[in-house]
């Protein structure tokens, strides 16, 4: 005869049940809806913008938007509970609707949506967080033009430069 079951208060491995975790990571906690979406569709946005093509910047091409892909990706071992929930969230989308606002790739609306991420940054973030979100999003947008100025050591064209220094200025890192 089997021995009947028993409700475990914690996991084979010794951890707690998920019935006593929470939802959402603390960190996701003190933003809204909105908040929270601004935050996580902007790294893409940013990307995408970076491999567009604009004034005096050529298409970036294929490698250009995986380099924005895997920049966006290495979030996941920054060391900031913020940066990781963002990149947990991204990655958690698995609904397949299109996300009209991930492909506008207007520079003046990416530069006010990065002006208000960080305002909301600077209003809940801990500051270490913040610093470490807004430097995450220019990297993602400077490995994607490393990628298109070509060859290692050669530095982004002029328009890719005031690009990145543009998306700096909006992201308050200058």
């Keep these: 005869m089997l021995a009947p079951e028993v409700p475990m208060s914690h996991s084979v491995a010794g951890e707690p049940s998920s019935a006593g975790r929470r939802a ?5 906690a003190v933003y809204s809806a909105a908040e929270w979406e601004l935050l996580t569709a902007l790294p893409g946005r940013v990307v995408v913008a970076a491999a567009s093509p604009g004034p005096g910047r050529p298409r970036s091409g ?4 995986l380099a924005g892909l895997d920049a966006v990706a290495a979030g996941r ?11 947990a969230a ?5 609904d397949g609707a299109a996300d009209p606002v991930e492909h506008r790739t207007d520079v003046v609306d990416l530069l ?8 909301v940054l600077r209003r809940r973030a801990d500051p270490a967080d913040s ?8 990297s993602a947008a400077a490995r994607v033009c490393g990628v298109a100025a070509g060859p290692r050591g050669l530095p982004p064209a002029p328009a890719d430069r005031r690009f ?3 998306l700096g ?3 308050d890192l200058c």
């Design 24 to 28: 959402a990571p603390l960190t996701t």
């Design 62 to 65: 294929v490698a250009a938007g």
């Design 77 to 87: 071992a920054f060391d900031s509970d913020l940066v990781r929930a963002v990149v």
């Design 90 to 94: 991204i990655y958690a989308r698995h």
């Design 112 to 119: 006010a949506t990065c002006r208000a991420a960080t305002r």
């Design 131 to 138: 610093a470490a979100y807004r430097q995450w999003v220019q």
């Design 164 to 166: 990145l220094d543009r």
């Design 169 to 171: 200025g909006a992201l």
